[in-house]
C-alpha cells in the first residue's frame, strides 16, 4: 500500500482576482466554459480526497488570468486576456496566484519523501466532449509516464477495475493527453524519481458532469471505489 497520497485540482475554479476583473469584461461566458476551469473537477476531487482521507490542494483562480498547471517557459501559461499585459504585473499575477499554488504541492511531496514514504498524487481534471471539432471518445482518462513502469501498471490496474463494474465505460491510457505533457505532475517527475513519488493524472470527459446528475454522481461513486484498489500494493 503507498505511503503517503495526496489530490490536487490545478484548474479547480474561475475565480478572477477583483484587481484583474477588467481584464475579462464580456467575457462572462468563456470564464463559464471549460476554457475557463475544468467542469465537475472540484466536485469530484473534494469527494475522492474525503473517500481516501487525503489532502485536497485546490487552485481556484481561472486558468484564463494564469494556468496553474503549466510550466513558467509555457506559452500557454498566460491567455490572450493576460499575455500582453506589462512584465511586471505578469510577475505580480506569478508572485500571487502561481508560485504560492505551485509551492504548496511540491512542499507537501518533498516532506512526505523526506520522511521516507512513497508517494501517489492523483491530479483531477475534466475535458471538454467536442475540441477542435472532433468528439473525443474517451470517458475516463488515466495519464502517466510510460517510462515510469509502476505508474504504467497502477493506471493499468485501474483501468481493468473500471471496466470491470462497468465494461461499457470507454477508460483510455494517456487519452485524450499525453501523460508526459506539460503539468504540475510532470514537474514533480523530473524532482523526484518513481520509488518516491508516482504521479496520476484523472481526465474526465465534461459530458458528466454537464449531464444527468444521476448518471454524474454514479460515475464519481465508481471512481471512488475503484481507487483504492488501484493503488493497493504501491
Known sequence: MFDFCFVSCEHGGNRVPRIYRSLFSGAGDLLRSHRGYDIGALAFARRLATSLGVPLHVNGVTRLLVDANRSPSSRTLFSEFSRNLPASRRESILANYYHPYRRVVEAEVSAAIASGA???????????????????????????????RAELLLCRKWQKHLQREDPGLRVQCNNPYRGTSD??????????????????EIEINQKFPQGNATGWRRLQALLVATCPMAVSGF
Open 118 to 148: 512513497r508517494v501517489i498524487h492523483l491530479s483531477v481534471h475534466t475535458f471538454t466532449p467536442v475540441f477542435a471539432g472532433s468528439v473525443r471518445r474517451a470517458d475516463i482518462g488515466l495519464l502517466y509516464d510510460p517510462r515510469r
Open 183 to 200: 503539468s504540475v505532475v510532470t514537474a514533480l517527475r523530473r524532482r523526484h524519481d518513481e520509488m518516491s513519488y508516482l504521479g496520476i
